[in-house]
């Protein structure tokens, strides 16, 4: 099915490190969602965007809702080990797809202590 | 505090046999309920979409006599493999959508193992 564009695929930082991933898409969506998925258990919610051009933090985590409502970012700062985990972006359109999640395919984040 | 449960988290079964796995909304009457399926290392495929006394709406691609789903209540919903093969072995996640914020939210995932 169709998949959103995420980028980077894997990283490996430094503990104390900013992180930084987006993802990208050819189409307009209404609602940009960043989840983390810890090995054998189910995504966790991180942030919910539900507004272009919004800029909402949790903690050390900061995402935005890009202007186009095309694209989206999470930005991880001072990364600690439990940070450790595959982060998916996932957006949704209320009138087409059914309202279905897209989801990006994952950036798996590797952080050195 | 957790959004979603799920029931059972790990599964073992013989070939042939069939497995219901349990999904339940905690904080909210669910509008819609949905089941993935993620292979390692690799994004969720949605199953199927779910809504409180109709039939659920199959990807394409899935068996809907297979994979059988009973949304039984608006925090109730549930997946039935049938005459489980090896190749049904994955890890099966439920999802919840709705609240005030339309957000939506997944469970803990059940490991399923055929033998």
């Known amino acids: 099915g169709q998949q959103l564009n995420q980028s980077p695929q894997s990283m490996f930082i430094q503990e104390g490190e900013d992180v930084s991933m987006n993802c990208t898409s050819s189409?307009?969506?209404?609602?940009w969602l960043w989840y983390k998925q810890d090995p054998g258990e189910g995504p966790v919610l991180l942030i919910a965007l539900y507004k272009a051009g919004e800029l909402t933090s949790n903690g050390r985590l900061t995402a935005q809702f890009g202007i186009t409502r095309k694209d989206s970012f999470l930005n991880i700062s001072a990364s600690i080990p439990s940070d450790v985990g595959i982060y998916f972006c996932?957006?949704?359109?209320?009138?087409?797809?059914?309202?279905?999640?897209?989801f990006g395919q994952g950036t798996e984040l590797s952080v050195k202590p | 505090g957790a959004v979603v449960s799920q029931h059972p988290s790990r599964v073992i079964c013989k070939s042939g046999t069939s497995v219901k796995i349990e999904c339940r909304s905690l904080?909210?009457?669910?509008?819609?309920m949905f089941w993935y399926r993620q292979f390692p290392k690799q994004s969720l495929m949605l199953m199927a979409t779910s809504n409180e006394g109709s039939k659920a709406t199959y990807e394409q691609g899935v068996e809907k006599d297979k994979f059988l789903i009973n949304h039984a209540s608006l925090t109730l919903s549930t997946l039935t493999v049938t005459s489980a093969h090896p190749e049904d072995s994955s890890f099966y996640i439920c999802?919840?959508?709705?609240?005030?914020?339309?957000?939506?939210?997944f469970g803990p995932g059940t490991r399923l193992t055929v033998l």
């Open positions: 904080d909210f009457q669910a509008t819609t």
């Open positions: 996932a957006g949704l359109r209320i009138y087409n797809q059914g309202g279905k999640l897209i």
């Open positions: 189409s307009i969506f209404n609602t």
């Open positions: 999802s919840v959508r709705g609240g005030i914020t339309d957000t939506q939210y």
